[in-house]
């Protein structure tokens, strides 16, 4: 019914720059939250950064003034601009967006996850 897919890894060195991309489509009438989180090998996901439909932003300590969230609601994309990278970004990164359909009113879609590599 919906479909999120996300782009825009791959392998970068230190301090290099990436922007991943996520893209939504199906049956939309309206979405809400759109955030990405991510997993390194051996460790927890956690929240990189989201961004409501009033634009409220929050982003991880650890990203901040690095990353930027952004989203096209045109289109029903988001969009994660990473600079500065450091290998502690290496990482499976996910999108996630809170849709509402013709079905449901609020429910959580997740993209397949793309692959983002920081070393030198």
């Known amino acids: 019914q919906v479909e999120l897919v996300a782009s825009g890894g791959g392998s970068v060195q230190p301090g290099g720059s990436l922007r991943l991309s996520c893209a939504a489509s199906?049956?939309?009438?309206?979405?809400?939250?759109m955030t990405w989180y991510r997993q390194a090998p051996g460790k927890q996901r956690e929240l990189v950064a989201s961004?409501?439909?009033?634009?409220?932003?929050n982003y991880a300590d650890s990203v901040k003034g690095r990353f930027t969230i952004s989203r096209d609601d045109a289109n029903n994309t988001m969009y994660l601009q990473m600079n500065s990278l450091k290998p502690e970004d290496a990482a499976v990164y996910y999108c996630?967006?809170?849709?509402?359909?013709?079905?449901?009113?609020?429910?959580?879609?997740w993209g397949q996850g793309t692959q983002v590599t920081v070393s030198s």
């Open positions: 961004i409501s439909t009033g634009s409220q932003i």
């Open positions: 199906g049956t939309i009438l309206s979405i809400y939250t």
């Open positions: 996630v967006m809170v849709v509402r359909t013709r079905d449901t009113l609020y429910k959580d879609y």
